[in-house]
Structure formats: structure tokens, C-alpha cells
């Protein structure tokens, strides 16, 4: 490099860093909450409408006393907002949300608890006058694009009756998505949450369907969740469901996560007795008559909870019936529509969930690719990790130190249910104890071809219609 090269390279800098210099002294500086009252000077309310007016684009929080609310804390912009506490929690004794990001806002929170009011159960249900309350929700707008980003850090949700954190990608306000795929359309934008040392425990007991973390993704964009050192845990529904509908992938990195003990809004012992006996028939073509299967129940603590299916015969009579309670599990993940599923789980536990452990479900166009390491189901009521890939395309799993035992379903089930393959190689895993302990560790369905390396599938295994190669 000549020497005059070098100086019009250091002008250059120079001139730079003035430039930058003189863009940060054009945002305001930060905005200081010292007072810890729902509203008025120096509250967090006067805080975040002071952002939302352009005044400042961060908060901290200086009170060191908790903040009390009776109403939402809405913040309305669409500029990215950062809010940095110290440990402080926002509580209240109302069922509200109590942070609502209407506008679609990248959101950035720190050191920061959030408690709802708690003692919510089905018979004490917070959806009966007016809305159950969220922890932290995030509305996208209809006309995004780009990547919704909330990142979390120090963050913990708890107490409230419906979701912990919700992220929205979906133009139905309320119930957009339950089960696969679910209801509605959406912005094009993605959606990307981060979440470092969060913890979301004691939600979803005040409704059907409240989990720890919900994202509802529809229309172009996929759902990019992150999590580290955090957990999902005693969540009436799912500990986290991510539920992407038309095109876009989800991708998912967790480490160290706790997904335990969720799923059990619908309490059995309420519920039980009230089921048809038998709760599942099958009949001749012919036999049975739509009008004689038993009706939907009512008049329970909550009859959402309930499933009631009914197959027919081409011909209109039944050909079987089934009823059922509603139970969740400890981390669901719905894909529909164009786009795939990977996954890469790290040393994270998933122990007695309702429902299965870990259920990811991929449908339509793409691929499911699974990545699982040190990590360990136990007590799960269904399956401990069941990955199923429904229509085309295949499922490609890692399966690497997993402990998988004690599950009243299978062990591990992989899935490819059309036209697709499973391939997988699982090393230095084991299952034991599953289910009946009969040709329950193992379970896979379609071809493929199945690498087993020094691990100990105990209780069997099953697969029909893969090669399965031990070396
Ligand atoms: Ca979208
Ligand atoms: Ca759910
Ligand atoms: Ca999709
Ligand atoms: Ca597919």
C-alpha cells in the first residue's frame, strides 16, 4: 500500500467516525423509570409513551421497587424498543396482559420479572368475563416484512391465565392457531425470538390452550426460536408451541431448556368420569348411525377440553368413534404448508409432560431434519420425542446421547407417513421402560434406513418397513 493510499484510508476513517458520532448524538439518550407507580412522571407507562413519541428509543428502569399495574403497558410504535430493568418485577393483581407491543416492534427486555395474579385453574378460569391475561404479547401489524425480533434476557413470566409470551404473526385476533396449521393469514414477516436465561412457569391455567411460549406465524416468514439456559415449565398447555401455517420454515436451536411438567389445564380427575364408556368404538359398515354416538359433552368445568371424532363410511354410517381429554405437551411444533422443520436440541430434559415430550409435526411440502443430543425424556404420558413428516418429503434425524424411559408412550418415534424416508443414525442413546416395554423404544414408521451405534434400545423396537443396520 503507497503512503497516500494509507492517508486517504485513514480521512476515510476519520471522516467515518465522525459521521457515526454524530448519528448516535441524534438519538436522545436513554429515558430513566424512577417511579415505581402504574402511571405518571417518571413511570414506566410515561416511559414507553415517551418512546413510542420519538423522545428516546431505550428504557431503564432505576426504581428499585417493584412496578404495580392495573392496566396493560402498551407500547404502539413500530420502532424498535430495548427496556433494561434490575431485577424489578411489573406485577399485577388483575387479569390483564401485562405488556402488549401492538405495532410489530423489535423487542428487547433485560433483568425483568413479570407476575400475573396467579391461582388460576379450571374451576377458577380466567376467560369467563372479558380475555385471559398475557405475560408479554407481540402483535405484528398486516403490512410487515422483514424479521420481528424479540429477544429475552433475564427475563421471567409467571402467573398469568393465558399464554406466558406471545408473538403474532396472524390477522385473527383471538384463537388463530390451534393444532396443525390452525386458522388465519399473516404478514409477510418473519418471526424471531431469543431467549436467554428466561424462565415461564405457572401460566395457561386460566384457559384452553395457554402455553409458556406461543408464535403463530402465518403467510410468508418463518419462526426462528432460540433458547438458552432458560425453561418452560408447570404450563397448563404446551411449555412452548410454535405453530407455522403456509410458507416458511421453523428453525430451532435450544440448549440446556427444561421443558417439564406442563399440559394439565384439563384435570383428569375432574374430567374423566364424564367420558362416554366406551370412549372409542369401531362399527361395520352399515352397523351404527351417526344419531346414536354420543353427543359433545357439556356443562363440564370446561368442555373445550374435550375431543370428539367421528369417522363415517362412505355410505354415512359410522365406522368409528372416539372421545378424549385434551392434554399438551412440553414442546410442540405445528409446520404447515411449504417450508420444513430443523431442530437442534442440546442437552435439554423433558420429563412429565401430559401429552407427548417433545411433538413435532411437519406437513406439506419440505423436510424434517432433527438434531438431538445429550438430552433426556422421562414420564411423559405419551411419547418421550415423536417427529412425524406427513406428507412429502423426509425426516433425516441425530439422535446422540438420548435417554428416552419411562414414557407411557413410545420411546423415540420417527415418522414419515407418505411417500418420504426416514433416515437416522442414533449413537450412545438408550430407551428403557416405555409404554408396555414391548417393542416400545424404537418406533419407525416408513422406509428408510436406521443406524444404530452402541446404544441400547431395551424395551424394542419396531419398523415395519426399515432396514435397520447395528454397527
Ligand atoms: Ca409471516
Ligand atoms: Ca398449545
Ligand atoms: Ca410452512
Ligand atoms: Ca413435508
Known amino acids: 500500500m503507497s503512503m497516500l493510499q494509507g492517508s486517504h484510508t485513514l480521512k476515510t476513517l476519520a471522516l467515518s467516525i465522525g459521521a457515526a458520532l454524530l448519528t448516535t448524538t441524534a438519538y436522545a439518550a436513554p429515558i430513566q423509570v424512577t417511579s415505581s407507580k402504574d402511571s405518571g412522571e417518571g413511570s414506566l407507562r410515561a416511559a414507553l409513551e415517551a418512546v413510542a413519541a420519538g423522545s428516546a428509543d431505550s428504557i431503564i428502569i432505576t426504581t428499585e421497587d417493584d412496578i404495580e399495574i392495573t392496566s396493560t403497558l402498551t407500547y404502539n410504535s413500530h420502532t424498535p424498543i430495548s427496556i433494561y430493568g434490575n431485577g424489578q418485577t411489573i406485577e399485577t393483581d388483575k387479569n390483564i396482559d401485562l405488556l402488549a407491543i401492538t405495532a410489530g416492534a423489535n423487542l428487547n427486555i433485560s433483568h425483568l420479572k413479570f407476575e400475573g395474579p396467579g391461582g388460576f385453574s379450571i374451576t377458577n378460569r380466567g376467560d369467563q368475563q372479558g380475555e385471559a391475561g398475557k405475560g408479554i404479547f407481540v402483535n405484528l401489524r398486516n403490512d410487515q416484512t422483514g424479521t420481528a425480533t424479540v429477544t429475552l434476557n433475564d427475563v421471567e413470566v409467571s402467573g398469568v391465565a393465558y399464554h406466558g409470551i406471545h408473538l403474532s404473526d396472524c390477522d385473527i385476533a383471538k384463537d388463530c392457531g390451534a393444532g396443525a396449521g390452525g386458522q388465519g393469514g399473516g404478514s409477510a414477516a418473519s418471526i424471531a425470538v431469543n431467549a436467554y436465561n428466561v424462565k415461564v412457569h405457572n401460566v395457561g391455567y386460566g384457559r384452553v390452550d395457554g402455553d409458556g411460549l406461543r408464535v403463530d406465524e402465518r403467510n410468508e416468514g418463518d419462526i426462528l426460536f432460540t433458547a438458552h439456559n432458560s425453561s418452560f415449565t408447570k404450563v397448563g398447555a404446551d411449555g412452548v408451541e410454535l405453530d407455522e401455517g403456509q410458507n416458511g420454515s421453523v428453525i430451532v436451536n435450544a440448549t440446556n431448556v427444561d421443558f417439564s411438567n406442563n399440559g394439565d389445564y384439563c384435570q383428569k380427575d375432574l374430567l374423566e368420569k364424564l367420558l362416554p364408556s366406551p370412549v372409542e368404538a369401531e362399527f361395520k359398515d352399515g352397523e351404527m348411525s351417526e344419531d346414536k354416538v354420543p353427543m359433545a359433552i357439556t356443562g363440564s368445568a370446561d368442555d373445550k377440553c374435550f375431543e370428539r371424532e367421528v369417522d363415517l363410511y362412505a355410505s354415512g354410517s359410522v365406522e368409528a368413534y372416539e372421545f378424549g381429554i ?87 418415534v420417527l415418522e414419515a407417513k407418505n411417500s418420504g424416508t426416514v433416515a437416522a443414525f442414533i449413537e450412545n442413546s438408550e430407551t428403557e421402560d416405555n409404554d408396555s416395554g414391548k417393542k416400545s423404544g424404537l418406533k419407525i414408521k416408513g422406509k428408510g434406513v436406521i443406524t444404530l451405534r452402541n446404544s441400547e434400545i431395551e424395551d424394542g423396537y419396531k419398523a415395519k418397513k426399515a432396514e435397520i443396520i447395528k454397527i
Request: aromatic share 6%; hydrophobic share 30%; glycine share 14%.
Open 326 to 412: 385434551d392434554y399438551d405437551d412440553g414442546f410442540d411444533i405445528d409446520e404447515a404448508g411449504n417450508g420444513g422443520i430443523k431442530a437442534v436440541i442440546y442437552s435439554s430434559t423433558i420429563h412429565n409432560n401430559l401429552d407427548e415430550g417433545l411433538d413435532f409435526d411437519e406437513e406439506g411440502e419440505g423436510n424434517v431434519e432433527i438434531t438431538l443430543i445429550d438430552s433426556k425424556a422421562s414420564g411423559n404420558t405419551d411419547d418421550g420425542f415423536k417427529v412425524t413428516e406427513e406428507d412429502n418429503g423426509n425426516l433425516s434425524a441425530l439422535i446422540s446421547s438420548v435417554k428416552s424411559h419411562k414414557n407411557s408412550g413410545k420411546g423415540i
